[in-house]
């Protein structure tokens, strides 16, 4: 499905276009004896099924069909829940909601479950909106680990945001922030607090713009981009160069600076050293990290803090049993106190057997080592570990497969499809995800 639409303007017989259903089945029955014989002309004339009626049956089977695929899918495992809200091209506002498991293989899965039309995007619409949802589907709130929404007061409310309405029913239901949007809230709060950054970045969208509008320029882009992170000394003479190689002028680093706006006798005599590294590089750097500590809540950076101690790199060097443990702990009605004596033995033998088995060597992330364990069949071995890696796979960290379905929406329900239903939009967009 790629958003394109099934009927056409004119679907008569003399037509030049039949719309796109019609032409994909002329062009199928003119390569298969089988199909042509019980189309059109050879099907009798109350049993064409080619009305717009028969086409939406049709596609919404097809949606129920891979509800059902989905649904099969997850079975008893636990899950996490993302959801956000848009509007339309019929001004209709959209709750879409997307679920994050695990599979039996150990892959890590989001899938597209559907879209609701909210009249009223208060907390309790959308929460009553997300239980009609699972009720359809025979989903169980009391399966939900994890929930990620934008920063939007209705969703992240503490005390009558969705996120605390569905904490009330399932206290274990682990909030997570979108971090793409918390980076980008971090970076325009920077950018409003200090001048320069702002002026960097208002360049910067210029230098973008005028790099996209040409192909041999992103190209040019990709090829010399490396992906590090520099430092000031670093930086510094990559700036230096940089200059030099244009022919821009460079000041001195040990002459007085004057700042632009202030009179000479009162303004504060620095020089360009600590002009460019003290009030812009060290600032900046300074004021992201407040921003992130700020915006990050405590618990979820213990929590990722924890999950950090499963990333298989360099051998399993950040593995911490103590934090894996804390980690357990966050999750009570899936390790009770008999579990959590186990599960310290486990981890032991845990890290012995990832050290040891040349099949764990080299692994990247910890979606590996989860479907490692599901290949060498150990997880029947270490059950709270699988466990464990379970857990925190499944906790969302970004939003992005949300967005994605509203993009799919805005190819779907175009403005010349602005009169498309509810029911009609979530099917295709069911078989476009």
């Given amino acids: 499905m790629q958003g394109l639409s099934f009927r056409g303007h004119d679907e008569s017989e003399e037509s030049l276009n039949r719309g796109n259903l019609i032409e994909v089945l002329n062009w199928y029955a003119a390569r298969c004896k089988e199909i042509k014989e019980v189309l059109f002309s050879n099907a009798p004339g109350n049993d064409q099924m ?117 904490l009330r029913e399932n206290p274990h239901a682990m909030y997570v922030h979108c971090f793409a949007h918390q980076l980008q809230l971090a970076i325009v709060s920077v950018a409003r607090r200090n001048c320069m950054v702002g002026d960097f970045l208002d360049v910067l969208a210029i230098i973008v713009n005028l790099v996209g509008a040409s192909c041999k320029r992103v190209d040019a882009l990709r090829t010399s981009y490396q992906a590090n992170i520099l430092g000031w000394d670093t930086l510094f003479s990559r700036v230096i160069e940089f200059c030099v190689d244009r022919h821009i002028l460079v000041p001195n680093m040990e002459d007085i600076v004057v700042v632009k706006g202030r009179p000479r006798r009162v303004a504060q005599q620095v020089t360009y050293f600590h002009r460019f590294y003290v009030d812009l590089y060290c600032n900046v750097i300074d004021s992201i990290l407040q921003e992130l500590n700020d915006r990050f809540p405590e618990t979820t950076t213990e929590l990722f803090t924890c ?15 103590d934090k894996l443990l804390r980690f357990a702990q966050f999750y009570p009605l899936d390790f009770n106190s008999e579990e959590l004596l186990l599960l310290r033995p486990q981890l032991d033998k845990f890290l012995l057997l990832v050290r040891m088995d040349e099949a764990f060597f080299n692994l990247n992330s910890i979606s590996c080592v989860a479907q490692k364990l599901i290949e060498t069949r150990s997880s029947c071995y270490f059950p709270l570990v699988y466990r464990l890696l379970t857990l925190a796979l499944i906790l969302p960290v970004a939003t992005a497969s949300v967005e994605r379905v509203f993009s799919a929406m805005n190819l779907i329900k175009s403005d010349l499809r602005n009169k498309m239903g509810d029911i009609w939009l979530n099917d295709n967009l069911l078989q476009s995800n």
């Fill in 50 to 166: 080619t009305s717009p009626t028969i086409q939406k049956d049709l596609i919404n089977c097809c949606a129920g069909e891979t509800t059902r695929a989905i649904i099969n899918e997850i079975g008893d495992s636990l899950f996490s829940i993302l959801v956000d809200e848009a509007r339309d091209n019929s001004m209709k506002e959209q709750m879409a909601v997307v679920l994050r498991f695990v599979d039996k293989s150990g892959r890590v899965k989001e899938r597209f479950l559907g879209i609701s039309h909210v009249t009223d995007t208060c907390a309790q619409s959308l929460k009553d909106a997300i239980d009609a949802m699972f009720s359809t589907h025979g989903l169980s709130m009391s399966s939900l680990r994890g929930q990620g929404y934008d920063g939007a007061s209705n969703m992240s409310g503490e005390f009558n945001g969705l996120k605390a309405l569905i």
């Fill in 307 to 321: 999950i950090s101690c499963l990333s298989p790199r360099d051998s399993f060097a950040a593995f911490d049993k």
